[in-house]
């Protein structure tokens, strides 16, 4: 089985400043790894993914994240933050498998940033 | 607008009466699920299909709950004998197969309010 945990439920940050959202996961079997952001009111769109190849991925608006599998993390990060940025983060896990079909998400981490 | 689509997008009912959810995939993919996302959670996966075939069930999906895609386009998840239990986000997202089920978009959910 696997899981996610995501270790902040809230980080505030001012604007302009850098941001880290932390991510771990549990898995017996190799997974694909995932970052989704949810906006007020709307669905979820993902902002990365991580396959195979580099660890160091880069997705929409900014948006980064590194593999790191001796510590099971896959965290996100942007080096400056917007306003616009504010919205709920989820971290998910999906396994390398032909029959694998659901995904499993993180609690989330909801980012608000501070003009 | 391509995107997957969901009706209604608010549902206020109350304790004891059946609801019934509508989803429309993008057009092109033959895979569909159903999440759930109560407050302050990541989505949790409740089913999936594969054109009119239902392949998985999470054990969330009590017996009350059916989902159905008659046609394997459009598929309707009914609630029945409602409890307040069941508020939450009902996320619908679609992808295709032949490619990892990672590539999966969400529709903006339908919240369900149970008083």
């Known amino acids: 089985a696997q899981s996610v945990t995501q270790l902040d439920s809230q980080v505030p940050v001012f604007e302009e400043a850098p941001v880290e959202l932390r991510c771990n996961y549990s898995?017996?079997?190799?997974?694909?790894l995932f970052w989704y952001v949810q906006y007020p009111n709307q669905g979820l769109q993902l902002l990365l993914k991580y396959l195979s190849g580099s660890t160091l991925v880069k997705g929409i608006n900014g948006f980064e994240a590194e593999f790191n599998k001796s510590q099971t993390s896959f965290h996100l990060r942007k080096p400056s933050v917007h306003i616009s940025d504010t919205a709920e983060y989820f971290c998910a896990v999906n396994t390398r498998s032909s029959s694998a079909s659901k995904i499993i998400f993180g609690s989330g981490t909801r980012l608000s940033i501070r003009p | 607008d391509t995107g997957v689509s969901q009706d209604p997008r608010h549902k206020i009912t109350k304790r004891g009466q059946n609801v019934t959810f509508r989803c429309d995939p993008i057009?092109?993919?033959?895979?569909l699920y159903w999440y759930r996302q109560t407050l302050g959670q990541g989505p949790e996966f409740l089913t999936y299909f594969q054109n009119e075939a239902q392949l998985e069930k999470s054990r969330l999906l009590s017996d009350r709950f059916s989902a159905e895609r008659p046609k394997g386009s459009f598929s309707t998840l009914e609630i029945q004998r409602t409890e307040q239990g069941d508020s939450a986000m009902y996320l619908c997202?679609?992808?295709?197969?032949?490619?990892?089920?990672?590539?999966?978009?969400f529709g903006p959910g339908t919240r369900l309010t149970v008083t």
């Open positions: 898995s017996s079997v190799s997974v694909y």
């Open positions: 057009s092109e993919h033959n895979r």
């Open positions: 997202a679609s992808s295709l197969s032949g490619g990892p089920s990672y590539e999966q978009y």
